[in-house]
């Protein structure tokens, strides 16, 4: 298992014309997966939310989304992915809830509060204070996102309870695997001392992993965690004592710069040559690998994926990587995203066909459908199949250690055991070891 492909349900594939991706259209659409080659399809939240900040504000976390479909409909999606050989991954968000969760009214212990404003710590999305005062209650409750996601209370024993019990409900139904939303802060300072190490990135979280590894492990096979660890690069390693997979941010953030990106993946190989890496370009909020890295230019995209795909560990790709898809123009008026800057770009909605008529009055605009899922599969020359090209070659050497090797300025060249892959982060012609490479060329020797 070691390509995980990322689907934003709700741009992914509309079965009911509404505009809205949902679990039927997904699961209609399965089969381009299978044909890729991926292992692991992670569904961005699946759970009843007011969609404040599009799921990652959960209302309900023994739900889905009715939105999207019903249980049944995603339970046939496990089913029907499992057939093809793929796992479901959900993603769960532990850190806060909707302020529209039951719990939010029935059970405030299980939140953060405080008389008046405590200390200096503030709101991801508003940068103003972290606090909201409740004026049914009298006291400020504490938001590290949007003051409709109000943060659990990690020290509170029930919060454990509640989400332990969350974890079994979705691994007895065969959910195979959980990416965890703001992985390195659900555990505030008790004392909610001044400054922002003490928001987040408290030591004390490594408990909770440690608990749920042992639900994890009492699954066959083990249920997977993959965590959304937004965290330099020294502090990431604590987090492999017992998530499964932390996500290195570090690199998604780099320039496409042979400078940038090698060092990062050397001090990875030099921390934990026996854990697990995870890379990965784009993501829902950041703007995709084929604009930021590649500005376009679909020989840089290639160059981007073929350094992802042949790294050893695993690899996410966020849909429409696969071909090479850039950021969706978004007009000033159809803007919905609740951060600034915007992050609708990343979100916008799949092309499947030139036409774009799978997608009626979508919710978020789909401008531009030139690089699609169906030309491209047509055409044996197009990402889409150097993609899946790539992902076959992998497993002859996806467990192979990585080793730098010596190379011509520009050329990133390493050894996957007796593999070696070459790649010319370049934008000109360049000669190594007497391979004449193109312009941001990958070859696998
Ligand atoms: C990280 C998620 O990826 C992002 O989309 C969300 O807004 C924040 N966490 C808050 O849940």
Known sequence: MTVIYQAYVRSFADSDGDGVGDLPGLRSRLDHLQWLGVNVLWLSPTFPTPNVDWGYDVSHYHAVNPEYGELADLDGVIADARERGIDVWLDLVPNHTSDKHDWFTDRPEYYVWSPEIPNDWESVFTEGPAWHFDSRRG?????????????????????????????????????????IDVAHALVKDRELRDGVEHMRERPEVHDVYARWQEIAKEYEPKRMMMGET?????KLFAYWQHLDLPQNHEICKSNFELDELRPIVEEVERRVPDKTPVWFGSNHDHSRLATRWAQGDERKARAALFMLLTLRGYVI????????????????????????????????????????????????????????????????????????????????????????????????AYARGATTCVLNMTGVVVDHEGHTLQPWQGLIL
């Open 139 to 179: 006291a400020y409750y504490m938001h590290q996102f949007a003051p409709q996601q109000p943060d659990l209370d990690w020290w509170n024993p029930d919060v454990r309870h509640e989400f332990e019990r969350i974890l079994r409900f979705w691994f007895d139904r065969g959910v195979a695997g959980l990416r």
């Open 230 to 234: 937004v965290v330099a690069l020294e």
């Open 317 to 412: 790709l966020y849909q429409g990587d696969e071909i090479a898809l850039t950021d969706g123009d978004v007009p000033e008026d159809c803007v919905l995203d609740i951060a600034t800057p915007g992050r609708d770009p990343s979100r916008t909605p799949l092309p499947w066909t030139a036409a774009g008529e799978e997608w009626v009055d979508p919710w978020l605009p789909l401008t531009d459908t030139a690089r699609n899922v169906e030309e491209q599969r047509a055409d044996p020359e197009s990402t889409l199949h150097y993609v899946r090209d790539l992902i076959a070659r992998r497993k002859a050497f996806v467990n192979e250690p990585y080793r730098t090797l010596p190379s011509a300025t520009g050329v990133w």
